[in-house]
Nanobody, 120 residues
Framework: QVQLVESGGGLVQAGGSLRLSCAAS????????MAWYRQAPGKQRELVAEIGSGSNANYADSVKGRFTISRDNAKDTVYLQMDTLKPEDTAVYYC??????????????WGQGTQVNVSS
């Protein structure tokens, strides 16, 4: 089985910073794309940022220039550095990864989520 465990959420004032981490563990042969999604109350889950195995990254327009996604392949970990946070960034943030677990089996896996609250 594969597990994704997020950490680093919390409460911060507008303009502040947080760094989220997500570590994958279990039966992992290779991790392809990794991503961060978020879901605010009453809204659909949305893609925040994604990073390929070659570290090419894409961002939602709402976070471009403020958030940075990165990964450490040796640690099977993806990070999200969030700067200049705004109240509208308040949401539960979820880690997602596309993982090859061997025997021609691929799958998308989700973490349990970590709450980020930004006060005005």
């Amino acid at each position: 089985q594969v597990q994704l465990v997020e950490s680093g959420g919390g409460l911060v004032q507008a303009g502040g910073s947080l760094r989220l981490s997500c570590a994958a563990s279990g039966r992992i042969f290779r991790i392809n794309a990794m991503a961060w999604y978020r879901q605010a109350p009453g809204k659909q889950r949305e893609l925040v940022a994604e990073i390929g195995s070659g570290s090419n990254a894409n961002y939602a327009d709402s976070v471009k220039g403020r958030f940075t996604i990165s990964r450490d392949n040796a640690k099977d970990t993806v990070y999200l550095q969030m700067d200049t946070l705004k109240p509208e960034d308040t949401a539960v943030y979820y880690c997602n990864a596309h993982i090859y677990t061997g025997s021609f089996a691929y799958g998308y896996y989700w973490g349990q989520g970590t709450q980020v609250n930004v006060s005005s």
